[in-house]
C-alpha cells in the first residue's frame, strides 16, 4: 500500500470541505454534527501511524500533510462554534429583556388538597404580554419567607406553556396557577415574592 502528500490531502480535504459547507448546504435547520469534528481528529493519529509504516514517503512529509490537514479541520470546526453561538446569543439576549415585558398582576394564595388528603397552596394569578413577541412560556420565581423575612424556599416553576402554534400573543392576558405540596415548616404562610426567571419567545 503506497501512500504520498497528494494522497494525505485527498483523504483529510473531504472532511474539511463538509465541515465547512455546512451552512450553505442547507438551511438554517441543519447543524454540523459535532462527531465530525472528532472523527477528523481522531482519524489524524491513526492515519498517521499506518502512513508511517506503510509509505516510501519521508516521515516529516507524511507528518506535515496529515498536521496541515488537521488544522484545516480543526479551523472549519471552529468557526462553526463561533457561527452558533453567535447566532444563539441574540435570542438569548432579547428573551432575557423580554422579562420586564412580562406583567404579573391580581395574585393571590388559596388552600387546597390533593388526592391524598395533605395540604396544597396554590399561587395563581395573571400574566400579560405588554411586548411585540409571541410567548410560548414563562417560569416564575416564588421566593417564600419566614417570620423574620429570611427566605426559606426559593424555587423557579414554569407558570404557562404553550403548545403548538399557539402563544401569549402580544397585549394578551392568561391566568396561571402553580401549586405548592411540600413547603417548608416555617414559611409564615404569607404570599411569596414573585418575579419573572425565563421567557421563551415564539419563532
Known amino acids: 500500500m503506497h501512500f504520498s502528500f497528494q494522497s494525505s490531502l485527498q483523504f483529510f480535504l473531504p472532511l474539511q470541505v463538509r465541515a465547512l459547507q455546512a451552512k450553505s448546504d442547507s438551511s438554517a435547520s441543519f447543524d454540523t454534527p459535532r462527531g465530525l469534528c472528532y472523527f477528523a481528529t481522531m482519524s489524524a493519529g491513526a492515519f498517521f501511524s ?7 514517503t519521508p516521515t516529516i512529509i507524511l507528518f506535515f500533510a496529515a498536521s496541515l490537514a488537521l488544522l484545516l479541520v480543526m479551523a472549519g470546526c471552529a468557526r462553526d462554534l ?14 432575557e429583556a423580554y422579562k420586564s415585558k412580562i406583567e404579573v398582576s ?11 388528603g395533605s395540604e396544597v397552596f396554590y399561587v395563581e394569578g395573571w400574566l400579560k404580554n405588554n411586548g411585540n413577541r409571541v410567548v410560548q412560556r414563562v417560569d416564575i420565581t416564588f421566593l417564600f419567607k419566614d417570620s423574620l423575612k ?15 402554534a399557539r402563544g401569549l400573543e402580544a397585549e394578551k392576558s392568561t391566568r396561571f396557577q402553580v401549586a405548592f405540596d411540600h413547603l417548608p415548616k416555617d414559611w409564615n404562610y ?8 425565563q421567557v421563551t419567545l415564539k419563532e
Do not use: C, F, H, T
Not at 446569543?89 to 428573551?95: G, K, V, W
Not at 395574585?107 to 391524598?116: R, S
Not at 429570611?150 to 403548538?164: M, N
Open 190 to 197: 404569607v404570599l411569596p415574592e414573585i418575579e419573572v426567571s
Open 50 to 56: 499506518a502512513a508511517v509504516r506503510n509509505s516510501r
Open 82 to 95: 463561533v457561527d452558533r453561538s453567535a447566532q444563539a446569543s441574540p435570542n438569548s439576549a432579547e428573551a
Open 106 to 116: 391580581k395574585v393571590g394564595l388559596a388552600k387546597g388538597e390533593n388526592y391524598l
Open 150 to 164: 429570611q427566605v426559606v424556599l426559593k424555587e423557579s416553576r414554569k407558570a404557562v406553556e404553550y403548545k403548538g
